[in-house]
């Protein structure tokens, strides 16, 4: 059995994590926190066609949600699962790889992966508010909910991609950090930070504000 990831190097090698949102949400995230795609549709007391719509397929656009007394959130597309049907893992199904992908929060484990996606065609025209949160913080107060992926997990724009589901992330505990170093090199060790459910308190842990918000 491979031995899991430390979380004192954890915090050493990725002291910094990074979430990236269009504008449009921000004032969203200052009421309520980073909550998972489920719990937004939850919070927005969507209808059965609508969950369906939001949570059972692939999304081909954003979603802008809004109700009476609530900011505005919003849903990002899921374009880039481009081949998804075909690279889902033998043990895994596309209900339950959707069903984990819209019940977390996502964190950028390091700036070059938040910079790729700053400068990816669909989001450069947006303004876009990021997140730089301290990785000790949230593990002390959210490491129960957190794991780790060595895989952009919502990317699967060609067919050569790694196959993905459900198990893709991992506890830190158990993730095998030195296997994935050694084998695909410190860029590829380590993609996203995720975090079961909702951060509430992530303004709380952010120790800078990058675009209109900043």
Not at 21 to 34: F, N, Y
Not at 37 to 46: A, C, E, N, V
Request: charged share 25%; hydrophobic share 40%; aromatic share 6%.
């Amino acid at each position: 059995m491979m031995a899991g990831m430390d979380v004192e190097e954890l915090i050493a090698r990725h002291p910094r994590v990074f979430h990236t949102m269009s504008a449009t949400a921000w004032p969203s995230v200052q009421r309520h926190g980073l909550l998972s795609t489920q719990r937004l549709i939850d919070l927005f007391g969507l209808d059965a066609a609508a969950r369906d719509r939001l949570l059972n397929a692939p999304r081909k656009e954003s979603t802008t949600l809004r109700a009476p007394g609530l900011p505005p959130a919003v849903i990002r597309d899921q374009k880039p699962m481009k081949f998804i049907a075909e690279k889902i893992d033998p043990g895994s199904s596309l209900t339950e790889y959707l069903t984990a992908i819209n019940s977390r929060v996502f964190f950028w484990a390091s700036a070059e992966r938040l910079d790729r996606l700053r400068q990816a065609k669909a989001y450069r025209s947006e303004d876009q508010v990021i997140l730089h949160v301290d990785t000790r913080m949230l593990v002390e107060r959210h490491g129960a909910g957190i794991e780790l992926c060595r895989l952009n997990s919502g990317a699967v724009t060609q067919k050569n991609h790694p196959p993905r589901g459900h198990r893709s992330w991992l506890p830190i505990a158990d993730y095998p950090y030195d296997d994935y170093r050694r084998r695909y090199g410190s860029d590829g060790a380590l993609v996203e930070v995720t975090v079961l459910d909702a951060v509430p308190d992530v303004l709380n842990l952010t120790t800078r504000i990058e675009g209109p918000a900043g």
